[in-house]
């Protein structure tokens, strides 16, 4: 019986993972550009809306269906989702070759290092600009349906997530670098 070699199980759900990301945003971005409604989320303080002794929350949100969006509408609502899927794609690639050099030559090396610190910024900073520029896509697309400003910020634990996310590959960078110092040290006394 073989024994599994998990960084080549890991390579290939990786490569997966990329595959299954990168031919979400064209067919997603695809649904948006048919016929299709196009739903909107805005807050519900913007809609005049009640239903007997039933109302809707003030400080919640609203989906409205546009049923003809304009070129202008589908490019903002492929901008509510699409940074995300950018982010997440350039993390799965980079991750991979990351894995893909561990394999090679194991984890104390300059390079892992380096792949490991850049995971951190796309993670941390890509994460921050991914979502900023969906709150205002979505803040943007339902301008277009209301006449107020609605911007909401729902994003806030998501983006702390990021934020969080690049500061463990830079604390796992930090952790592999000091790996390799004590690993070089061991060399010279050998």
């Known amino acids: 019986m073989r024994k599994p070699d998990w ?43 009640s239903a007997g002794s039933a109302a809707i929350d003030p400080d919640g949100m609203v989906d409205i269906l546009v049923e003809h969006p304009g070129i202008g509408q589908l490019t903002l609502g492929v901008l509510t989702f699409l940074p995300t899927l950018a982010v997440v794609f350039t993390l799965l690639t980079v991750l ?55 911007f909401g910020l729902p994003l806030i634990p998501g983006l702390l997530g990021w934020v969080l996310v690049g500061i463990g590959c830079f604390a796992l960078a930090e952790i592999l670098r000091r790996g390799m110092v004590m690993r070089a040290e061991l060399d010279t006394v050998i």
């Open 7 to 49: 960084f080549q199980e890991l390579e290939t759900a990786l490569v997966a993972g990329m595959v299954l990301v990168g031919a979400a945003g064209p067919v997603v971005a695809l649904a948006f550009g048919t016929e299709s409604p196009l739903p909107v989320r805005v807050p519900a303080d913007l809609v005049d809306a």
């Open 96 to 150: 991979w070759r990351i894995v893909r050099r561990i394999r090679r030559g194991g984890p104390f090396d300059e390079r892992i290092v380096r792949g490991v610190r850049i995971l951190g910024w796309i993670a941390g900073v890509g994460g921050l600009v991914a979502g900023f520029v969906e709150a205002f896509a979505e803040a943007a697309l339902s301008m277009t349906v209301t006449d107020g400003f609605g």
